[in-house]
DNA sequence: CAGTAATCGAGACGGTACGTCCCGTCTTTAT
DNA sequence: ATAAAGACGGGACGTACCGTCTCGATTACTG
């Protein structure tokens, strides 16, 4: 699990001289979402994070063909949903938008998320590079569904990515355009919201 | 209404000399939608505009001090959500669906919302400039939603905020991050999981 | 005589309409002298001539088809050297140094003409229009010793060009290069280097 | 004393890095003085210079803060006099005669100069930076006058400023605004005019 | 004495150079 | 071979000026 987190830094081919220093893989990642967050995608320049993570140009270069392919490894290096295993379908979407809301609200992740986003919208080398690798994240949502289908807590019909889309679509769109604090209150709100899109029937009271 | 939608162009401070040509304004906003939409935020250059608008940069930079503010005024002239009135909740969320699924396959609205939203992340400038002037595309949602309520369609302790995210973000979280086409299926999908989200009760009791 | 002092303006072929304000020819001119003297040829601008004159751009190309013209017609302007005739070319040569002394240290002459030699160089269309304009101003050199050899008080066989830089080179020289004071007492030296450099021969033989 | 002759541009800090190139230093130069000639002071534009000389506009740069000191010290790499040594004040003069002829008419030296001169009237820097480095060039005329003054060959009480003055300044003033073709025989009546302004006495017939 | 037309100041226009800065590559010495 | 340092060619930035143009207002002559 921990395999797909793995930088995708250009590897050395040689074994001949000098190895890679790979703390510098790190110092150059941080020094990157830094920068990324506090300055953007187009402000961003390797010269800068260069000098301020002490590195050359070169030892950058080596490892990153470019500058877009340094930060969507950047990316890569954020936390990442988990799936929840609680039991039962309202316990593992509460766990899940608490993930959601922790990863929007306590680290990198958001205003990362929405700088690539922005640049995927033209560049498809990037749709192809992140794309596949967001539905991991996504994944927890359909997982969760999905086990819930099998249990029966969900009607068999339901569609998959409609309803992944409700489960994370709401709460990104909040911490994106609305200066509402997300608190308890909200999310309960918003739990309860989507059991009922859902169509979820609590076990009990039946 | 349609004075919002003015562009925020630099204005001449007075009536003397040549007057501005507006129909430069129109050609530079349109050659800038374009090239936003083709190569991005970064890639998008000045220079090039002003070539490819048959225009000199400095009649550019006499209209806006920055590309930034080209840009936000640029995604300013773009179509906005109208509110519907179609007398009651399940025919003004099925409009209100339809116009935001043709903003964000027919028009630019969709690349230059996520680039811009990718420029806002670290750009408390670029923030309050457009955050309340998308609160008014959100409007539309919210409007739907306070008139249901009016009208008794809807529970009178909805929460607005909540409520208006699940109109909307679920498809710009699809459009954005899935490849599924969005066909009238998903449409209908989704506009069914959003009234059951919001506990809706048709009228005629069948 | 005056007549070679007048501009050479553009002038308006036609007597419709309304006429031409003379007055603004002045105060451009000497706006330009001004600029010319104080920021030399790269540096100035018509833009910040007209401001600063308090004319119109279009009044300025109205008269003159570039800035280039526009200088010549200023330094044509300037004060020029006067034929003396004082008797015998030891008066004459006295005189024509203070004059050149006068010009080199009291006008603009000076730097006006070093900044236009130095456009010369390169620009042939600025050498015809100059060069046969400036030897209207060596001419006195010439036309002193012309009347001295008629008047046999020099040698008949003298080359004149070469005489006549004798007059003006060496003071031009020296307000270019030298920070030396020119006193009356460099004069007098100059004077007297001439006199002997020209085989000068004291008409009453002490 | 070739010491003075080095390029003034900035200096690397320190031996760390790549290392300038230095024959970039004299491609530059080589076509800042062609552009020069060509163009003059106004039309030479960096940005032309570094095309034509296959550089980056940043590699000029990095060596000169301006066009101005590009000028510069372009103009300090042309070739200067030397000081003649032939045994007698004929001699010499003759000798320096032939240097500023050859100068003028088979060098950069000219143009260069009468731009720069123009530049100087009204920029201190550029005199604080030129005037003494000039000095240096007229400085042959006064050693060859102060050594026949020792020897006997002048009087002692002739002003070196204005004798100076005399040597180079005629010919300057007849390459500078004369068609006439400097020839032999030209040079020859100015030799003659000079050793009769200083009253040189030949050696010989006494 | 109203109509006409060139003038005026102001400033917009296309074009182009300035000097700065960044990208991604290359070149040096030291490890 | 890798490291830090920094030079390199290329090219965009935002500013400023050139010489042209277009606007409303002014100012003489014409009819």
Known sequence: MNQERKLKVIQSTNKLGRPRDTSRDLVI???TLRHLTLYGYEALSTTEIAKDAGVSKA???RRWPSKRFLIIDAFKTLPRLEVPNTGNLEGDLKDLLDQLHFL????YVLPVLQILTGEMSHDEVLQEELLPWLEERYYPGR????RAIEKKELPEDIDLETAQSIVVGPL???VSYSKTNIDEEVLTNL???ILKALNYKSEEPE
């Open 29 to 31: 990642i941080e020094t």
């Open 59 to 61: 030892t950058i270069y």
């Open 104 to 107: 929007f609200t306590s680290t």
């Open 143 to 146: 997982a969760i569904i999905e």
């Open 172 to 174: 990104l769109t909040m």
């Open 191 to 193: 739990f309860n919201f």
